[in-house]
T-cell receptor
Framework: GAVVSQHPSWVICKSGTSVKIECRSL??????MFWYRQFPKQSLMLMAT?????????EQGVEKDKFLINHASLTLSTLTVTSAHPEDSSFYIC??????????FGSGTRLTVV | GQQVMQIPQYQHVQEGEDFTTYCNSS?????IQWYKQRPGGHPVFLIQ?????EVKKQKRLTFQFGEAKKNSSLHITATQTTDVGTYFC??????????????FGQGTILTVHP
């Protein structure tokens, strides 16, 4: 089956610093990658949709300058949380799609900003 | 925009009891997907329903898709402690990309008392 690798699994950073999260599809080429954020005991909220080689499409209310998404290849997308603040602490999850496997989720990154 | 409502938010059952979660979309869906997220984990795909009135079974789990393709349910017979987790339904919204972005329901948190 399809595997999506997401790193790091957890990260603690100081307020004001930037954090990069990687999402890789290991055995398939992802047509599209999605980035979600999930607060404790809440649902997954879509942040942005990215296609390889093009700019990401951000959901309403998501700051594109704060959450930088780069989709350099069909197997790699990155999310950079810039100038992180405590309110950015959350569980970030990526999802990669292709025609064979549908939607496959990464294992998530738990970000804590102190 | 599309909204996906899911009830109940929480369900506590005794081991061996049945459990049902319901999902309702504000718009007709091309398909509906169900995911399970264990505590501390990431969403894991359970099933996709495509046809109107479709019913699918996976061991003790029964999934239904409504005739109007706007609602769905997941029923677990004789719950076990391994069923603990949050169950999400999700429906895609297509905006010109090959794969639509998924809108998730709020999720139902299931706890099972042994």
């Amino acid at each position: 089956g399809a595997v999506v690798s997401q790193h790091p699994s957890w990260v603690i950073c100081k307020s004001g610093t930037s954090v990069k999260i990687e999402c890789r599809s290991l055995d398939f080429q992802a047509t599209t990658m999605f980035w979600y954020r999930q607060f404790p005991k809440q649902s997954l909220m879509l942040m942005a949709t990215s296609n390889e080689g093009s700019k990401a499409t951000y959901e309403q209310g998501v700051e594109k300058d704060k959450f930088l998404i780069n989709h350099a290849s069909l197997t790699l997308s990155t999310l950079t949380v810039t100038s992180a603040h405590p309110e950015d602490s959350s569980f970030y999850i990526c999802s990669a799609t292709d025609r064979t496997y549908g939607y496959t989720f990464g294992s998530g990154t738990r970000l804590t900003v102190v | 925009g599309q909204q996906v409502m899911q009830i109940p938010q929480y369900q506590h059952v005794q081991e061996g009891e049945d459990f049902t979660t319901y999902c309702n979309s504000s718009t007709t869906l091309s398909n509906i997907q169900w995911y399970k997220q264990r505590p501390g984990g990431h969403p894991v795909f359970l099933i996709q329903l495509v046809k109107s009135g479709e019913v699918k079974k996976q061991k003790r789990l029964t999934f239904q898709f409504g005739e109007a393709k706007k609602n769905s349910s997941l029923h677990i017979t004789a719950t076990q402690t391994t069923d603990v987790g949050t169950y999400f339904c999700a429906g895609p919204t297509f905006g010109g990309t090959s794969y639509g972005k998924l809108t998730f329901g709020q999720g139902t948190i299931l706890t099972v008392h042994p």
